[in-house]
């Protein structure tokens, strides 16, 4: 079984880099990084990255580009890859040590078709634990994944499904839901390691209720696209 990590980037100079040195030590097989038009200098450190690296035993890493939006770039990740698997990641996230032997472990079953990690805050809060375990207990309970938590799916499934709707936010929600009409999915309890930056923005208390709202709202059957023009995207 290959595994093929797919990270969707847009001006994540401050963050990527961490992440795919971090990445391509856990022996996945390819590491693609899918750029969306950056204007920072993201693409120059993935490709000075990419180029240092390329004689060692690291994960091999590509540099792909894509129209702008996550949805279209994991889509355009997922046809460049080879992999058996696909793992897609948030540019700020860190995966557990054993991620691989997780994932091939859990795909023993023949039955799992997807899953992902639960989910801890890279700086220790009182918010931050009370986000994490409210996000990681929401989601084992519906089934339904946030990107934050880093998806995985096998190949075939992904490409029964279409992949990624076209969707400027809700594209996680709207993927995840849908997977788990196709096959069990797996809620595995190794945590990822994600960054707090978004909470902390417009204050913990002010993002919990933005997210339910638009949640909320998206259960109900507002369009994502009319969900954006009304909030903007929030990431």
């Not at 290959?2 to 590491?31: D, K, Q, W």
């Not at 996550?70 to 860190?94: C, I, P, W, Y």
């Not at 986000?131 to 990107?147: D, F, K, L, Q, V």
Request: with cysteine; charged share 20%; proline share 5%.
């Amino acid at each position: 079984m290959t595994i093929s990590v797919i990270i969707p980037t847009l001006n994540e100079e401050r963050t990527v880099m961490a992440t795919v040195a971090h990445t391509a030590t856990l022996g996945f097989e390819e590491l693609i990084v899918v750029d969306g038009g950056s204007s920072d200098q993201t693409p120059l450190l993935v490709e000075s990255y990419r180029l240092s690296t390329q004689s060692s035993t690291l994960s091999p890493v590509r540099l792909v580009t894509a129209p702008r939006g996550r949805a279209s770039q994991m889509n355009e990740g997922a046809k460049a890859s080879r992999g058996d698997v696909l793992l897609f990641l948030h540019a700020d996230t860190q995966l557990p040590q054993d991620a691989k032997a997780t994932i091939e472990a859990t795909f023993s079953d023949q039955r799992i078709v997807g899953g992902r990690f639960d989910i801890r805050f890279d700086r220790p809060s009182i918010w931050g634990s009370i986000i994490s375990r409210m996000m990681n207990w929401r989601s084992r309970m519906s089934g339904i994944a946030t990107g934050d938590q880093a998806l995985f799916v096998r190949r075939p499934i992904f490409e029964r499904m279409g992949g990624f709707a076209n969707l400027p936010l809700m594209e996680d929600i709207d993927f995840s839901r849908r997977l788990k009409r196709v096959g069990r999915t797996a809620a595995l309890t190794p945590t990822v390691t994600t960054s707090f930056r978004r909470w902390e923005q417009q204050g913990p208390l002010r993002t919990i209720l933005l997210m339910w709202r638009l949640r909320f709202l998206y259960w109900i059957g507002v369009c994502p696209h009319t969900l954006h023009r009304w909030y903007g995207l929030v990431r």
